[in-house]
């Protein structure tokens, strides 16, 4: 293998490295914004479920003072009870507190449903809160993992960095930006060997993407020091030991 193959395998390694560290820290952070966004979710559940506790509370309170106004008048008309003159009167009177009677307990029943739907939302409301605390606990859990791997990954990462940078210095700029555009294809995987698929054929394909690589590309990278991509994938071949033609 000539010299510049060499060099961008030498690249790729190290952008390979760096692609891996990269991607290790990404998931963390993933796991992080996942966290965040359902402790997000979590606080438009409590706001839903404090509106509609609100609601139901107004709801309550409404009805309640219903039932205050009607007892005040059961008790004006039980006084007019007291001072009836008539036996008409009178029976007109109960008449109409027995009416009103009926429907204060059908209010004060209404009144009792919906206390119960206001503490079923509270404690819903509670169970979310819950569920709350332990995700902002994970938040913090998650974040401290990333931050950590961060910080421990850090001196490695540099020196790759700044190793990559050397690659980059020495290598001329249309090699590299071939292999720049073969990396971000592949995920930094810009090269790829050839390989035999079988020991004994005359066969050659691409280590990447497994179609066939031409005697013709086979023999160039044999005698010559150039770049040669994959007709298919794109990535730049390499031949790892000669292969013994016979
Ligand atoms: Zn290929």
Redesign the pocket.
Known sequence: MGELLEELRGLQAVALKLVGIEQNLASKQRRVTGRQRQVKQADEKLDQNKRATQQYQIRVDQLSLEVAAREESQAKHRQALNTAKTNKEYASILAAMNTEKADTAKIEAAVLELMKEVDNFKAAGAKIEAEKATLLEEVGKATKTFEDARAKCKPEYDELQSLRQEFVDRLEPASLAMFDRASSRHEGEAL?EVVKPRAKGSEYN??????T?TLEVVNSLQTRDKIQQ??????I?YIQSVATAK
Do not use: E
């Not at 994959?230 to 990535?235: A, K, L, T």
């Open positions: 790829a691409c280590g990447g993407c497994n179609m690589v994959c007709g298919s994938c794109g990535r071949l």
